[in-house]
């Protein structure tokens, strides 16, 4: 078991790439918006659109791991859970098209 939780490695593997869908969206939002040019106004846009769906998917994920788990390691729990993530949604903003 997980952390000493009642579900188990490949459980939680599971809610993970069940719950990385919104990040996938915003990734091909944020390409459709570069390629109507890059600037302030796209990169507000993608920014906007990358915190909600980071957003989403940490608090579906966590709805679902952090419920699992023993009070006194919840946040044990839901800070790698954040930094999956976290890192995710800062490749997906971060991307600039190569200009050639």
Do not use: E
């Amino acid at each position: 078991k997980l952390l000493g939780g009642t579900i188990s490695f490949f459980q939680s593997l599971c809610v993970l790439g069940y719950c990385i869908l919104p990040l996938t969206v915003a990734m091909l939002v944020c390409r459709l918006v570069l390629l109507g040019g890059t600037g302030v106004v796209t990169f507000i846009v993608r920014l906007v659109v990358v915190i909600a769906m980071f957003a989403w998917s940490t608090v579906a994920s966590t709805a679902f791991l952090a419920d699992s788990q023993p009070p006194n390691r919840k946040a044990l729990a839901v800070y790698p859970i954040f930094l999956f993530y976290f890192v995710i949604s800062w490749m997906i903003l971060t991307f600039t098209p190569s200009s050639h």
